[in-house]
């Protein structure tokens, strides 16, 4: 071994480093962890429910204790066999002629422009037709 060989540690090296790795680990907290956290608000919704009674919820004894008590139940179901009811249709009569024209005389009168129309423009070159291909027999 020689003994005039360059170390490869300089502390001018270290330096930026020692801001760069704290910044770099700062910025990655910031970005990355609120994904993994809730930081949803848990605020109540106070409300009431019309039941129609006039017993306090104080004195009901199964919701005593609890603020926001929900109770879901599911139990069998059963069909209903109801037979559709067919709607009649409306009946209506036809417009007479006169009756058409005085709708049309109400519509303002379109501005008809002769340097506006033109012919049919075809297209310059035409699509050749489709080519036949395979035949798929295999069931979808």
Not at 64 to 91: E, K
Request: hydrophobic fraction near 35%; avoid cysteine; glycine fraction near 6%.
């Amino acid at each position: 071994m020689s003994a005039d060989r360059k170390s490869r540690f300089n502390y001018k090296h270290f330096i930026p480093l020692l801001v760069i790795i704290p910044a770099f680990v700062l910025i990655a907290w910031k970005l990355i962890l609120p994904i993994f956290t809730d930081k949803g608000e848990e605020t109540p919704m106070p409300f009431t429910i019309q039941t129609g009674t006039t017993d306090s919820v104080e004195g009901n004894s199964a919701n005593a204790g609890a603020d926001y008590n929900i109770r879901v139940g599911l139990s069998q179901g059963q069909a209903q066999n109801q037979t559709p009811v067919p709607i009649p249709r409306a009946t209506y009569e036809p417009l007479t002629a006169q009756e058409i024209e005085t709708i049309f005389a109400r519509l303002p009168v379109l501005p008809v422009s002769t340097g506006e129309q033109t012919e049919f423009s075809y297209p310059v070159e035409l699509l050749p037709p489709p080519r036949p291909g395979k035949t798929v027999q295999d069931q979808f």
